[in-house]
């Protein structure tokens, strides 16, 4: 399985990016997947996942500003970041499990079985 990130940079405050994660061994109805996020000095943390109905599960931090989705076409996971803030920034990690999580699970890297190497967004204010 390979995960691959793209999408990343930097943009102001209040901006927009879209991060793409292109799956290649992996069929996205198979499990749920997720993107998560880590900054400098911090532990990885749950942003927003999806399972393979179709049901999203996002942090409260982010509700209401990203939207996460899949590309059955592409065979791809998306993540759509609108009003974009300063702590926004970090490394973000796409996720794949070989299983559909439960909601309460979504959000828990540990439960994850296959990673990216990641994308960095980087939020001025």
């Known amino acids: 399985v390979q995960l691959v990130e793209s999408g990343g940079g930097s943009v102001q405050a209040g901006g927009s990016l879209t991060l793409s994660c292109a799956a290649s061994?992996?069929?996205?109805?198979?499990?749920?997947m997720g993107w998560f996020r880590q900054a400098p000095g911090k532990e990885r943390e749950g942003v927003a996942a999806?399972?393979?109905?179709?049901?999203?599960e996002y942090a409260d931090s982010v509700k209401g500003r990203f939207t996460i989705s899949t590309d059955y076409v592409k065979n791809s996971l998306n993540l759509q970041m609108n009003t974009l803030k300063a702590e926004d920034t970090a490394m973000y990690y796409c996720?794949?499990?070989?299983?559909?999580?439960?909601?309460?699970?979504?959000?828990?890297?540990?439960?994850?079985?296959?990673w990216g190497q990641g994308t960095q967004v980087t939020v001025s204010s």
């Open positions: 996720a794949a499990g070989r299983f559909r999580l439960g909601w309460w699970l979504m959000l828990h890297p540990s439960e994850y079985n296959y």
């Open positions: 061994g992996y069929t996205l109805s198979s499990g749920s």
């Open positions: 999806i399972d393979s109905n179709g049901m999203p």
